[in-house]
């Protein structure tokens, strides 16, 4: 394929993107959509088209309002929220860890219920965690905490994974945490943003 061809490909992508998300999505911002917004916003979606194949093409659109949501209201950015869906479930919705943690987000049914009532997502049982919109909006919501929790964002990462209560016990006798699950994360993030930053500029968003 010749390169023209290529950028062409890139371009209609990219912006095919931004218009379903335009079109469809429940994108409710208080300001105009400006052009670094919309920039992430077609590259969270593209992502997701690329990878979450498993994932209901309606609950995509709904995954990338979710994070941009988490962005705007608790500065959680949008391509680690990726990175994290990658590093724990794979983009897989059925997901379910040796452990028990369940969905996307591998969030564990104790933990779903608690945050569910938080944050006003119905609960009904354990496989809510395997609708793909709520795990998502749950395991943000938890991530969020585990942020505000510890203030920085290896420590809620690691908090995230191994439970809040766990790390506070290793903190306090003075065990330094070896981040290996939040190096994972963040090169994960480092990536995604290489994957798709030509396309972005090719499309001049």
């Given at each position: 394929?010749?390169?023209?061809?290529?950028?062409?490909?890139r371009?209609?992508?990219a912006?095919?993107?931004?218009?379903?998300?335009?079109?469809?999505?429940?994108?409710?911002?208080?300001?105009?959509?400006?052009?670094d917004?919309?920039?992430?916003?077609?590259?969270?979606?593209?992502?997701?088209?690329?990878?979450?194949?498993?994932?209901?093409?309606?609950?995509?659109?709904?995954?990338?309002?979710?994070?941009?949501?988490?962005?705007?209201?608790?500065?959680?950015?949008p391509?680690?929220?990726?990175?994290?869906?990658?590093?724990?479930?794979?983009?897989?919705?059925?997901?379910?860890?040796?452990?028990?943690?369940?969905?996307?987000?591998?969030?564990?049914?104790?933990?779903?219920?608690?945050?569910?009532?938080?944050i006003?997502?119905?609960?009904?049982?354990?496989?809510?965690?395997?609708?793909p919109v709520?795990?998502?909006?749950?395991?943000?919501?938890?991530l969020?905490?585990m942020?505000?929790r510890?203030g920085?964002?290896?420590?809620?990462?690691?908090?995230?994974?191994?439970?809040?209560?766990?790390?506070?016990?290793?903190?306090?006798?003075?065990?330094?945490?070896?981040?290996?699950?939040?190096?994972?994360?963040?090169?994960k993030?480092?990536?995604?943003?290489?994957?798709?930053?030509?396309?972005?500029?090719?499309?001049?968003?």
């Amino acid at each position: 394929m010749k390169r023209s061809a290529r950028v062409s490909v890139r371009v209609t992508v990219a912006l095919c993107g931004f218009l379903l998300l335009s079109a469809c999505s429940t994108f409710r911002l208080d300001r105009p959509f400006g052009s670094d917004e919309r920039a992430t916003a077609v590259r969270v979606h593209s992502i997701l088209n690329a990878r979450g194949g498993g994932i209901d093409p309606r609950a995509r659109i709904a995954i990338a309002d979710v994070l941009m949501a988490a962005h705007r209201d608790h500065g959680i950015d949008p391509l680690l929220g990726l990175a994290l869906i990658e590093t724990e479930s794979g983009f897989r919705p059925d997901a379910v860890s040796s452990v028990g943690a369940l969905g996307l987000l591998q969030v564990h049914p104790f933990v779903g219920r608690a945050v569910a009532a938080q944050i006003g997502v119905t609960w009904s049982d354990r496989n809510t965690l395997f609708d793909p919109v709520s795990n998502v909006r749950i395991g943000l919501a938890y991530l969020a905490e585990m942020k505000a929790r510890f203030g920085r964002l290896d420590l809620a990462l690691t908090a995230y994974n191994l439970g809040p209560n766990r790390l506070d016990q290793m903190l306090a006798r003075g065990q330094q945490p070896q981040f290996a699950f939040s190096k994972t994360v963040l090169a994960k993030r480092a990536r995604l943003g290489l994957i798709q930053s030509e396309a972005i500029e090719v499309a001049g968003l």
